[in-house]
């Protein structure tokens, strides 16, 4: 119990600090869902640690009704969690959460279906997953990362490093800006799609001119494709 006080005291101090909109210690207290979210969790967790599994389930499942944040009581997460605004907020039963992390309304730190075990995210200190991010699978996202809104991160992330996009990609990495000049290395599955089917046109030009005997015109459809994809900006 002191220690849940303690705790308490600290993360109301913690959104004063990072939530410019947060005016009183009294509001904090009484208007944040996020932390209300939190206070359910650290005592559904201390069940699922001694044994409770079911009250602990059954606690985490009240704490969502109430607050439409979903946090499953086997999570580790450690001290001053923000989850700001916090509706639409997944924490998965392996998922990891270091200190002074926050968290915008609709993120899931979640699996990605296909693994057993440790199947969900481990967030180090000090990182912001900006609002309806998804970062799913057994990877992790390393200190003070930002990951920007909406983008859908499935690989492990370097610490200091900016991600944006669907599949995310590093834009900034230790304050510098990160130039992606191949495009594969976005791993955009249209673009994969698009390389094959002008290798296969291209293959299949071959076959033509052998057969007709005649000599190619124009430049492979493969360059042209890789001319155009060098003419994008692919920094997003
Ligand atoms: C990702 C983020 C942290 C980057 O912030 P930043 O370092 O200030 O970067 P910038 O705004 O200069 O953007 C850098 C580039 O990334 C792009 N970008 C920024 N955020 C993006 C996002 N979420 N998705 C896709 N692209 C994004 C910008 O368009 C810009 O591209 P450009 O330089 O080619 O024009 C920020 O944009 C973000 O998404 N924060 C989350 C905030 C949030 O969820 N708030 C909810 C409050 S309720």
Redesign the pocket.
């Given at each position: 119990m002191p220690h849940l006080l303690a705790h308490i005291r600290e993360d109301v101090a913690t959104v004063l600090e990072r939530d410019p909109a947060a005016k009183s210690r009294a509001e904090v207290f009484l208007c944040y869902a996020g932390l209300h979210a939190v206070w359910f969790y650290r005592i559904n967790h201390w069940f699922w640690n001694h044994g409770f599994l079911l009250v602990a389930r059954w606690l985490s499942q009240v704490a969502r009704f109430l607050t439409g944040i979903e946090i499953h009581p086997g999570a580790k997460i450690g001290r001053r969690l923000f989850i700001?605004?916090g509706l639409g907020v997944v924490i998965g039963e392996t998922a990891a959460v270091g200190n002074d992390v926050t968290l915008?309304?609709g993120v899931t730190l979640g699996g990605t279906g296909k693994e057993q075990g440790k199947r969900h995210p481990s967030i180090e200190d000090g990182v912001?997953i900006?609002?309806g991010a998804k970062v799913l699978g057994n990877i992790t996202v390393g200190r003070n990362c930002?990951?920007?809104?909406?983008?859908v991160v499935l690989r492990n992330v370097p610490e200091d490093s900016?991600v944006?996009?669907v599949p995310g990609h590093i834009?900034?990495r230790e304050g510098k800006r990160v130039v992606i000049t191949d495009p594969k290395q976005i791993n955009d599955p249209l673009s994969e799609a698009l390389a094959a089917v002008a290798t296969e046109v291209d293959r299949l030009r071959d076959r033509v001119q052998k057969l007709e005997g005649s000599e190619s015109l124009s430049q492979p459809l493969s360059a042209s494709i890789q001319g155009i994809m060098e003419e994008i900006?692919f920094?997003?």
């Amino acid at each position: 119990m002191p220690h849940l006080l303690a705790h308490i005291r600290e993360d109301v101090a913690t959104v004063l600090e990072r939530d410019p909109a947060a005016k009183s210690r009294a509001e904090v207290f009484l208007c944040y869902a996020g932390l209300h979210a939190v206070w359910f969790y650290r005592i559904n967790h201390w069940f699922w640690n001694h044994g409770f599994l079911l009250v602990a389930r059954w606690l985490s499942q009240v704490a969502r009704f109430l607050t439409g944040i979903e946090i499953h009581p086997g999570a580790k997460i450690g001290r001053r969690l923000f989850i700001d605004h916090g509706l639409g907020v997944v924490i998965g039963e392996t998922a990891a959460v270091g200190n002074d992390v926050t968290l915008y309304q609709g993120v899931t730190l979640g699996g990605t279906g296909k693994e057993q075990g440790k199947r969900h995210p481990s967030i180090e200190d000090g990182v912001v997953i900006g609002g309806g991010a998804k970062v799913l699978g057994n990877i992790t996202v390393g200190r003070n990362c930002r990951i920007g809104a909406g983008s859908v991160v499935l690989r492990n992330v370097p610490e200091d490093s900016t991600v944006v996009g669907v599949p995310g990609h590093i834009i900034f990495r230790e304050g510098k800006r990160v130039v992606i000049t191949d495009p594969k290395q976005i791993n955009d599955p249209l673009s994969e799609a698009l390389a094959a089917v002008a290798t296969e046109v291209d293959r299949l030009r071959d076959r033509v001119q052998k057969l007709e005997g005649s000599e190619s015109l124009s430049q492979p459809l493969s360059a042209s494709i890789q001319g155009i994809m060098e003419e994008i900006d692919f920094q997003i």
